[in-house]
């Protein structure tokens, strides 16, 4: 099988989650922050949407489809992976 059959592309895994921020509790609590119920509830969770990037994908590809620049994208994961 040639490189030409081949069609690999990365796959992103995506998935919804909450996150508790003990910050959060107390701006509810302070009335700084208003939980509306969608994105922020009263127990002070955040609904996040996360998504895994393996470092070793093409990420020229990958800054494409999220519409950013693979400068950008390189950046974004040195700043969050360390």
């Known amino acids: 099988m040639s490189s030409k059959e081949v069609d690999v592309r990365p796959t992103i895994a995506i998935t919804k989650a909450h ?3 003990l910050e959060l509790v107390e701006a509810i609590d302070k009335g700084r922050l208003v939980a509306d119920g ?3 509830n009263k127990d002070g969770s955040c ?3 996360k ?3 393996e470092h070793v994908w093409h990420l020229p590809g990958v800054a494409k489809r ?3 620049s693979e400068a950008s ?5 040195f700043e ?3």
């Open 38 to 40: 969608k994105i922020l």
């Open 19 to 21: 996150i508790q921020m």
């Open 47 to 49: 609904v996040v949407t």
């Open 51 to 53: 998504a895994a990037i």
């Open 80 to 82: 969050q992976t360390g």
């Open 66 to 68: 999220f519409g950013v």
């Open 73 to 77: 994208l390189r950046r974004c994961m």
